[in-house]
Every structure is written in structure tokens, then in C-alpha cells.
């Protein structure tokens, strides 16, 4: 969710800040611009140059080179829109437009993007018009330009420092100035931004180190409320108090090469297909179940604990109802799972001694960190996170961390980073449940062997891919769809569900098998298919049941069965049958046909699978 790149350099920066925003695009966004400091020429005199688009970057790149946009010192930006609609003037880069100034003829000497949400917008925007500035955008981030403009006497670094201090929400900025050639500032608050230290005494912004692959990979990782000055062969930063301080420069490997598409149609297609790789890495080095797989001090927080509490959102949120189960089941810890977006807005009872879980993909989603620190000052100190990025803002801020290794994932909608987070909690209720004397040395034999199994029996589940396709076919030409799973398969479902609405714009919904008698029996007709996942397992006698009530009214049913179920194909029941039990690891693979079926339908319906509508991948704003 919106992309920055900045950079203050002695050569032409466009070309990098555009290569940026590209690298940013599985973020998701409807609008992109670049803007840089214009050097003098003879037919104009020095000053800022803007270029906007509302297409993908591709089009502002030819934009660029058409206008023939050069400079050293320069900010871009993709958007994914809040406020204000997804059209031209609303995109970044926003300039300030000083009193009494014609916003299209005189453009100010700030230029400036912004990611985050200012919560005060509308009292600074009163204050800023009623001293004369001309806004031209219905967006929070236009504020910010007219304020620092506001506060400008000569240093930019300055008046930065005192414009933060009246932004309330979350930001993470970077500004340049007309008057000021070769300097960025940058700050942060709430979303992510980092320091690149580039050859020749260049530096960068960017709100991910991906921007930059192939740029630099000396990485400093902005700190909250942290505000930071570069300039060619410096820079330096000053923590939220505007105190001077030292930022470690970390080596960052960021691969570009994780981002070609390769052979496959969509990257939802080629990461898919990863599954089986991520599985792998992501379970590589675990030789036997012990604390330490979470960091160091992971013996005395398993000891110290007596229950979970994770907290999560959408795809990550529905593994972590998955490993309910588990963590109930196999370790006998009692969980509970809360929507991250909702858990910091009641009232809950605290506990000291439950261990605080988060899941997040990308480790900046900014509704999961607020319930972190929020359960962090509630007084719940022991805290542990899944996650795919080791170098993000949650595994900063979590005590213990399982990193999964599902490597880039460019498509909006989840697919390798659920199931890599599937693996580390498994591992996790493993580990937990030998912690408390419920695991023996058989069965921790036993689960690592059929996690070790699990890239082969992956390889075999899309080997189904032409069957899904042809269910695929049924699929695009409905309007709704019915998802049940019962127990552990029940948030299966729902991940289906969420799959299947996300990028074929179908309306789905998931429920409990056992609940169809309780209203949404009243929508089975013969237009409204019913997916079932059914495993082999205690409740399948249950599910057979619920599935003879679709059909005695007249519901379509595709069930996804165990070989040895005894469900079989028939009128109105359409039957792929999976290569093996798993067991408790079965979610691992009863998700990837849900996957596969939500894919090949919005390729039938002709949707932008890698960029679903009003998506974005890393949702940085609450």
C-alpha cells in the first residue's frame, strides 16, 4: 500500500526512482507521479518538475522520457487512494502552493509523498487556507507540503522537524525544497521508511528495501518518530525528541530477481506453484523440535506462559484460527484469535502470562503493530511473531520470531505466505506442547517427518490443476458462492472464500458445515455452488450429512475429498479427489485447490489477478 522512493545523487536519478516504484507495484496502488529538483538550462530557470499518472508505472515511464525528466535530487511515489479519488491531482508528488499563488502556474518550493493517514488533516488544511494557501487535491498528504512550506526559513531539515510535531496519524514522508538543491528529508511515524547509502555519496528513501535492489544494500531502518537529512556524501538522523542518533547501517540483500514473472501468467500463478520451494526453505535447519527455533530466551517465555492470544488480519488472520486447533488440540494451550483491526478498540481482560502471537506477511501492516503495542501496554510482555520479513518492524518490535522463507510474494492476493505461516505455526504449537510435556519423542518423530513430506505431497496436490480448471469454467459464470469446512478446515474455508471474492469479484462466503441449517441453507439453489473441504477425519460422517441437505435442495456441491472418503461423484456432485490424508497438517494442502480454483476463475471472468480493485498488498494504514 503506496510506495516511496527518494534520492539525492550527483547524477540522473530518474531512471532509479521509476526502477523504484516498479519494484513497488505488488504493493498495490491506482496512481503514481515522480518529481525532481529541475537544474537551470537556458530555456528555464531552476525549480520543481512534476509528472503524474493514473495508470501503472510503465505509462509514467513513458511519460518521463517523453517530457524529458532529468535531475539529481527527487522523490516518487505510488498510491493507493484514501482520501480523495484515484484521479490525477490527487497523486504524489504534492507541491505547496504558497498565499495568493495560481497552484498550476507558480508552483511552491516544496515537493513532498507521503504513505500514512493524518488524522488532523482537516484543522491544518482550515489553518493553511486561512493564511491563503491554494489546494488543488482533496488528499491528507497536501496538508503536509503547505505546512512545511509554512514553517520555512531557509533549512528544510528545520521546518520539517516542526511540522511533524503537529501531525497527528501516521506518516512516513519525503520532502525536497527548490531553494535547497541536493537534500531529502525524510521522516517517519507510524509507516515504514528506510535509508539506502548509495556509491559516490548518494542516498535514498524508500518505504521497503526492494526499491532499491540493485541500488545499494546498505540499509538503515528508520526508528519511529525518527526524522533524517541526506545530502550528497551525508547524512544524519534525530530520533522523536530531535535528539542526534546513531542508526546502524545493516546489509540488506533485496534480489530483484524474485520479482520476474518467468514462464507463468500472473505472479499469483508463479507463487502457487512456489509452494512447495517456500515449504521448504522455510522448513530448512529444523532438525528437532526445541525453543530455540524462536529466538534466544524462547525456553524461559514457553515456560512462563499459560495461554495464546494471537492477533492478525485477513489471510494472516485466518491462519491463525487454523492453528487454534492446533494449539488447543496438540498442546492444550488456550488461544484465542482476535482481528487485529478490532482487538485495540474494546475492552479485553489482559493476561501477563499469555504469549502474544501476531502473523503478518510483510511485518509493517500497520493494524497488527497497533495491537501489538497496544497488548504490549496492557502489560502482556511476551511476545512472538510469523513473519516473512526479518528485517520489518515487527520482528523488531516482538521479543521471539519464526521467519518463514516464502521470499517475495508479488500478488495481492496471499497464497505462499499462508502456508509458510501454516509451517511456523505448526512449528510453533510443536514446540510449545514439548514445553509443557505434552509431546513425545514419537510424535515429534512423526510430525517432523510428515513436515519434512510436505513439498512432495504439495507437488501432488497441483497436479490437480486441470481438474480445477474445469471447475474453474462452472465458477466464472455465477454470481455468489457457498464455502463449508468443518473444524480445523472450517478457516480453510474462509481463506477459499476470501480467495475467491478477492480476485474474481465474486461474492463468497464461508461458514461452519454444521451451521447450514441455521440460515444459510435458505440461499442453496441450483445457481449457488457449494465448495466442501473434506478430509478424512472425525467429522466426516458430520459432513456427509450437511452435504445430503444441499443436495436435497437442489445445491450444486464441489467437494475437494480424501481419496478415502467414499464420496463420489454423481449428479449435482462434482468430486476432486486428494492424493493423501495429511492428517493435522491436512490445511496445508486443502488450501492450495481453494487457491487454484479462485485463480483459474478470475483468468475466466478476464479480472487484474495480480492487482485485484481497491487491494493493496502491504496495508500500511489503519
Known amino acids: ?283 530448512e535447519g529444523v532438525e528437532g523440535i526445541v525453543p530455540e527455533l524462536f529466538g534466544d530466551g524462547a525456553a524461559s517465555v514457553f515456560d512462563a506462559i499459560d495461554s495464546v492470544l494471537i492477533l492478525a488480519c485477513g489471510t494472516s488472520y485466518y491462519s491463525g484460527c487454523a492453528a487454534k486447533y492446533w494449539l488447543e488440540g496438540i498442546a492444550g494451550i488456550p488461544t484465542q484469535v482476535e482481528v487485529a483491526s478490532e482487538y485495540r478498540y474494546r475492552t479485553s481482560v489482559p493476561n501477563p502470562r499469555a504469549l502474544v502471537v501476531t502473523i503478518t506477511q510483510s511485518g509493517e501492516t500497520a493494524d497488527t503493530l497497533a495491537a501489538l503495542r497496544h497488548a504490549q501496554s496492557l502489560g502482556m510482555a511476551h511476545t512472538l511473531t510469523i513473519c516473512n520479513v526479518a528485517t520489518s518492524a515487527m520482528v523488531r518490535e516482538c521479543r521471539l520470531a519464526y521467519i518463514t522463507r516464502a521470499g517475495v510474494e508479488i500478488g495481492v492476493a496471499s497464497t505462499k505466505a499462508f502456508t509458510t505461516q501454516l509451517a511456523g505455526l505448526f512449528l510453533l504449537t510443536l514446540a510449545l506442547a514439548k514445553a509443557k510435556g505434552r509431546l513425545s519423542e514419537g510424535e515429534e518423530a512423526r510430525h517432523l517427518k510428515a513436515m519434512r513430506h510436505l513439498p512432495v505431497a504439495l507437488q501432488a496436490v497441483l497436479a490437480l490443476e486441470p481438474q480445477i480448471i474445469s471447475w474453474a469454467e462452472d465458477f466464472a459464470k455465477v454470481p455468489n458462492a457457498l464455502f463449508l469446512g468443518r473444524g480445523l478446515h472450517y478457516p480453510i474455508a474462509l481463506e477459499g472464500a476470501l480467495k475467491l471474492k478477492e480476485i474474481s469479484y465474486i461474492h463468497a462466503e464461508a461458514y461452519p458445515a454444521g451451521e447450514l441449517k441455521h440460515g444459510p441453507l435458505a440461499l442453496v439453489t441450483a445457481d449457488m455452488p457449494v465448495v466442501t473441504v473434506a478430509p478424512n477425519d472425525s467429522l466426516l460422517e458430520k459432513l456427509k450429512s450437511n452435504l445430503q441437505e444441499v443436495r436435497a435442495r437442489g445445491g450444486v456441491l464441489y467437494v475437494l475429498a480424501d481419496a478415502d472418503t467414499r464420496i463420489d461423484s454423481a449428479e449435482g456432485t462434482n468430486v476432486i479427489r486428494m492424493p493423501e490424508h495429511y492428517g493435522a497438517l491436512s490445511p496445508l494442502l486443502h488450501v492450495v485447490p481453494l487457491q487454484l480454483l479462485a485463480y483459474h476463475t478470475a483468468c475466466a471472468r478476464g479480472t487484474d489477478v495480480d492487482k485485484p480493485r481497491n487491494l493493496a498488498k502491504s496495508v500500511t494504514v489503519e
Open 1 to 283: 500500500m503506496c510506495g516511496i522512493v527518494g534520492a539525492v545523487s550527483n547524477r540522473n536519478i530518474v531512471p532509479v526512482l521509476v526502477q523504484g516504484l516498479q519494484r513497488l507495484e505488488y504493493r498495490g496502488y491506482d496512481s503514481c507521479g515522480v518529481a525532481i529538483h529541475r537544474p537551470a538550462s537556458a530555456a528555464k530557470p531552476a525549480g520543481l518538475q512534476r509528472t503524474r499518472s493514473t495508470a501503472r508505472v510503465a505509462a509514467l515511464l513513458a511519460l518521463v522520457e517523453r517530457e524529458n525528466v532529468e535531475g539529481f535530487t527527487g522523490i516518487a511515489h505510488t498510491r493507493w487512494a484514501t482520501h480523495g479519488a484515484p484521479e490525477e491531482h490527487n497523486a504524489h508528488p504534492h507541491f505547496s502552493h504558497g498565499p495568493g499563488g495560481d497552484a498550476y502556474e507558480k508552483p511552491g518550493r516544496i515537493a513532498l509523498v507521503h504513505n500514512g493517514i493524518i488524522e488532523n488533516h482537516d484543522d491544518l488544511r482550515a489553518a493553511m487556507q486561512a493564511r491563503g494557501y491554494v489546494f488543488q487535491s482533496q488528499t491528507d498528504t497536501e496538508v503536509i507540503a503547505h505546512l512545511i512550506d509554512s514553517l520555512y526559513d531557509g533549512d528544510l531539515f528545520e521546518a520539517v522537524k516542526a511540522a511533524v510535531k503537529q501531525l497527528r496519524g501516521a506518516y512516513a514522508i519525503a520532502v525536497f525544497c527548490k531553494d535547497e538543491p541536493h537534500r531529502v528529508i525524510g521522516a517517519r511515524a507510524g509507516s515504514p521508511l528506510i535509508l539506502g547509502v548509495g556509491a559516490g555519496g548518494e542516498h535514498f528513501l524508500a518505504s521497503d528495501a526492494m526499491a532499491l535492489a540493485g541500488v545499494t544494500d546498505q540499509i538503515v531502518y528508520l526508528e519511529e518518530g525518527d526524522v533524517a537529512d541526506l545530502q550528497l556524501g551525508r547524512f544524519w538522523v534525530v530520533d522523536k525528541q530531535h535528539k542526534p542518533v546513531e542508526r546502524p547501517v545493516r546489509t540488506v540483500l533485496a534480489h530483484s530477481g524474485a520479482a520476474e514473472l518467468g514462464p507463468y501468467r500472473h505472479y499469483m500463478q508463479k507463487e502457487i506453484f512456489e509452494q512447495p520451494r517456500a515449504i521448504g526453505d522455510t522448513l
